[in-house]
């Protein structure tokens, strides 16, 4: 489903509220138990054919439920994102093989080339591995991650579930490249915070990401309190890519964030070269 002015997602009506009526049980579930509980400590008073053995039977069976529609309610969560994303790209675009535009992949080459003399590149989210291709054609060590079984990454693993990255690479990179395959309205800073779990917060990297995710957020807001209390590290430069560059089948604005890089001019807006004159 799209708005057929800008076309931008728009989440199913059927979706919001199937998922408001699994919080509204789980909520009134929670509110039985906190009653049970106060009653076996007086501060509410029995029904008069109720019984403490009975209460505390009660209140076990209202936790097993509780965890029990909690562990659906996530399951119900990745199913509504499975289905949001069939709304979003057509059925034949799996969002795993959102591949980098070689002209990107070059331009970003050309600005870090003279900052990244050497040692390995990485690539999480490799896809085909047109990220790294620059970087492997002027004869740096490159490295692909991916969990796309026919992807060109080195390992076919999960990110999320390296532990450290000695287990699966010997070698320390030098970039860290990401180009992750999210929609329009998820949030990168699992990504982001996996990248500084892994490599610390000093790590160069240039990551895709979206305006959001730094502008626009409440105060309270958990991605806001991630850049104040420092758990994220600076952003030395921003560029601005033009919509529809990320990917051509849909809307939404992205822009590259660089980290660890210094020498770099606040921000910059991304021309693309003409195809004929790569390489």
Known sequence: MFNTKNNTPIISEQLILEEKGQKEEI????????????????????????????????????????????????????DKDDSIWEMIYPKQIKKQNINTDPRLSQWIFELLKEK????????????????????????????????????????????????KWSDICSQSPSLVLSNPSFPPYHTLLP???????????????????KPNQRIGNSLDSEVYQKWLSGKFPE?????????????????????????????????????????????
């Open 27 to 78: 909520n009134k579930l929670q509110e039985q138990l906190n009653i049970a509980c106060d009653k076996l400590r007086g501060t509410v008073c029995w029904e008069s054919w109720e019984t403490r053995e009975g209460i505390e039977n009660f209140i076990e069976e209202l936790k097993k439920e509780i965890e029990l529609k909690k562990q659906l309610d996530e399951k119900n969560t990745q």
């Open 116 to 163: 990244i003399t050497s040692g390995l590149i990485v690539d999480i989210g490799s896809g085909d591995g047109s990220l790294l291709a620059p970087w492997k054609q002027a004869g740096y060590n490159t490295f692909g991650i991916d969990l796309v079984e026919n992807s060109s990454a080195e390992v076919k693993i999960n990110f999320f579930k390296v532990d």
């Open 191 to 209: 990504w982001l915070g996996k990248i500084i779990e892994l490599f610390g917060k000093d790590q160069s990297i240039v990551l895709f990401s």
């Open 235 to 279: 952003i030395k430069s921003i560029a601005s890519l033009y919509l529809k560059m990320r990917d051509d089948k849909i809307n939404y604005n992205c822009e590259l964030w660089f980290f660890g890089i210094n020498g770099l001019k606040p921000h910059y807006f991304f021309q693309p070269p003409k195809l004929n004159e790569i390489g």
